[in-house]
């Protein structure tokens, strides 16, 4: 399957994570946060002007910039 970019997610709908394109120390935040290989994402609401988005992951809430979630790949469900 194609992975693509959790920025591309609509509302409402489910991936799981495949990779991160972040250097060493962001690539930590992230997975600090639970975006690690196969954790299930969803995409809950986008903020009116469309950044940031609200993310379910591993039962938090988790805002992201559309800068940063462009560099999460994920496959859709």
């Not at 009116?48 to 609200?54: E, H, I, K």
């Amino acid at each position: 399957m194609n992975s693509v970019s959790l920025n591309t997610l609509k509302v409402g709908e489910q991936a799981f994570v495949d990779s991160l394109d972040f250097h060493a120390s962001n690539r930590r935040r992230m997975q600090d946060i639970g975006l690690v290989d196969g954790t299930k994402v969803e995409c809950l609401r986008k903020a009116a002007c469309g950044d940031p988005v609200a993310y379910l992951i591993r039962g938090a809430v988790i805002a992201l910039r559309n800068e940063d979630a462009s560099k999460i790949f994920v496959i859709k469900q």
